[in-house]
């Protein structure tokens, strides 16, 4: 039983979370609570969790920070700062720049990019700190902080821990010429796709594609870099208005690519989420390609090149057991990690593996990115299809999905439910039944206020009842 559920952004704002909370304990406790930072930034209702005066402290006290590792050692310091499209960033990355600018360190403004292009500009432009605002494929309310250390990698646990630590200190400003500047960086898009489209080794003349932006920070490089690789492309939600981000839209809302698949007569559609850091497919009947299919697809592709280190792909345990059987069929080793791509990516540095992702749709390849890319994972899909000439659907068949059920339960006091003898019986019980042909999964969302049930099982109606049941469990803790 993979059983683990913890306290964290969600623990109060569960309660609180859509609208203003006037608990001044609850309020006070989002900056003094354990850990800040989930597992992928700070991220919470913007305006009511995540303040201005927030994002400015925590931007001062990762310089301080990183300036103390000897980051900045013998140069000025300079970070870049992108975002997505929601409204809030606007407010947020004015506080960010004036926090970074105080303590002395140049800012360039890339606007609205992609979380992997805010990555990949933080290493090729060689400055010592990436910042990225978005809450990913939330909704447009929340927003997020993401940093990023000198190469475009996450930040490792220790120094989120240790900027939290330093958030509010007492410190002696720069003045006069110290403070920092803030600069635009006009060529963030061009230098970004061009990355992009050098990662595709196969002009992709003669492909139709559908491409849903999500009304998100891929609107503009997204479309532009698959064009510029040789697709015919169709942008659809590609017109951000501030208030549009994910809504009905992208990796969540897949119904709307599913239509415009069909009725373009594409080889295929791929759906980003608000930030573009991961992907989903679509393939010309409008079926849905998951995360777990594009893994194997590109697996399969790499082995093939010489460039599956270790012909092992990186996963998570919420990876349906279909794509561990398949792999192993293909002799191709999976190693499994908790989830989100923070651990995914932690085990393919250690170990040197050049592939990993999540059902969810953050794939990361490693020999071309530092975090999840959706840009790149649609391009590194089209050309596996361009090269083996087969449809979306063929390359989707090397795997079979065991029937899967996830029930996103909002609203648990996590930190009770993890000790609970109750669930912990309920689980037990509903494993026993399943054998070795299902599985169960509990465990908290590390971005939103609630737990997620997962139960794969031999029938849909049977992973169904499982996972209402373990739902109804967790709903009365």
Known sequence: MHFHLRPGLGGWGARCRRRPCRNRAHRLAF???????????VRGLANVDLTAELALDLSV????????RGEFAGHRPRAVVGCDTRISGQFLQAAVVAGLASAGVDVLLLGDLPTPGVAYLTD???VD???????S????????IKFLARGGRKLDDAIEIAIEQRMREEWTRPTGGSVGRVTTYAAAVDDYAAHLVGAVNTDLKGLKVVLDCASGAASVVGPKALRDAGAEVIAIHAEPDG?????????????????AVVAHGADAGFGLDGDADRCLAVDAQGAIIDGDQILAILALGLREQGRLAKDTVVATLMSNLGFVIAMKEHGLGVRQTKVGDRYVLEAMRVSGYSLGGEQSGHVILSDHATTGDGVLTALKVLERMATTGLSLAELGSVMERLPQVLINVPGV???????DAVL???????????????????????????????????TQDQAQQVADRLAQVVRAQ
Do not use: W, Y
């Open 31 to 41: 900056v003094t609570m354990s850990r800040l930072f989930g597992t992928d930034g």
């Open 61 to 68: 006290a990762a310089a301080h920070v990183l300036a103390d």
């Open 124 to 126: 090729s432009l060689g």
């Open 129 to 135: 700190l990436g910042v990225m605002l978005s809450a």
């Open 137 to 144: 494929h939330n909704p447009m309310p929340d927003n997020g």
């Open 243 to 259: 208030l549009n981000i994910n809504d009905n839209c992208g990796s969540t809302h897949l119904a709307s690519l599913q239509e």
């Open 413 to 419: 006091d996590k930190s009770r439910a993890d000790d």
């Open 424 to 458: 912990a019986a309920a689980v037990a019980e509903e494993e026993a039944v399943l054998g070795d042909r299902g599985r169960v999964l509990l465990r908290p969302s590390g971005t939103e206020p609630l737990v997620r049930v997962m139960v794969e099982a031999p």
